[in-house]
């Protein structure tokens, strides 16, 4: 099945931007939901966006105007560009994919993926 792999998470100031990138091991061919979530220790995880395969676009109220979620298809990798960090950012960023459905209402739950990757640290000072 396909395997995601994030980067490009690191150390920032208050302020500061970050890109996250997620690469999928292999075209989806199917509707599909992929989501970027994040954990912070003794915390369960949560939803920061999504996109599916049918172009739309949710945000978690967090995210809302500093963070933007896209993909490029002919990379087969998904991107979370963040803006304005705050140090209550800080978390392990994952990325996730659910296949054969669009989002739906309750994708920021944290179980909600069925295939997810590592993740990428993201530490805001």
């Known amino acids: 099945h396909v395997q995601l792999v994030e980067s490009g998470g690191g150390s920032v100031q208050a302020g500061g931007s970050l890109t996250l990138s997620c690469k999928m091991s292999?075209?989806?061919?199917?509707?599909?939901?992929m989501g970027w979530f994040r954990q912070i220790p003794e915390k369960e995880r949560e939803g920061v966006a999504s996109?599916?395969?049918?172009?739309?676009?949710r945000y978690t109220q967090s995210a809302q105007g500093r963070f933007t979620i896209s993909k490029d298809t002919t990379q087969d990798t998904l991107y979370l560009q963040m803006k304005n960090l705050r140090p209550e950012d800080a978390a392990l960023y994952y990325c996730g994919l659910k296949s054969f459905t669009r989002c739906t209402a309750d994708w920021s739950r944290p179980d909600y993926m069925r295939i997810w990757g590592r993740g990428t640290q993201v530490t805001v000072s």
């Open positions: 292999s075209h989806i061919y199917v509707a599909h939901c």
């Open positions: 996109l599916d395969s049918g172009g739309n676009v």
